[in-house]
């Protein structure tokens, strides 16, 4: 059983800092990409940025310069730094990886269950 679990989500004025944190349990064999993706009510799933196991990285246009994805892989945790948070970057803040459990079983998408990320104006 594979497990993504987010933290550090919260309350943050504009202009303010957090930091995102996933943590990957279970029996995992390799971990190709993680991403974080956001979900407004009403709106569809955004992604934020991703980060490949060499270290490759890409970020939505509107955190581009605020946000910095990196990973730590002896902890199997991905985070998520972002910074000069704007009203607009509230949302409930999601983990994705791509891993697969075996050498030999098919790449599969693995999802936390969200950390809710609100920035007051």
């Known amino acids: 059983q594979v497990q993504l679990v987010e933290s550090g989500g919260g309350l943050v004025q504009a202009g303010g800092s957090l930091r995102l944190s996933c943590a990957a349990s279970?029996?995992?064999?390799?971990?190709?990409?993680i991403r974080w993706y956001r979900q407004v009510p009403g709106k569809q799933r955004e992604l934020v940025a991703a980060i490949t196991n060499g270290d490759s990285t890409n970020y939505a246009d509107s955190v581009k310069g605020r946000f910095t994805i990196s990973r730590d892989n002896a902890k199997n945790t991905v985070y998520l730094q972002m910074n000069s948070l704007k009203p607009e970057d509230t949302a409930v803040y999601y983990c994705n990886a791509v891993l697969r459990v075996t050498v030999v079983t098919p790449w599969d998408n693995a999802w936390g269950q969200g950390t809710q990320v609100t920035v007051s104006s």
């Open positions: 279970g029996n995992i064999f390799s971990i190709n990409a």
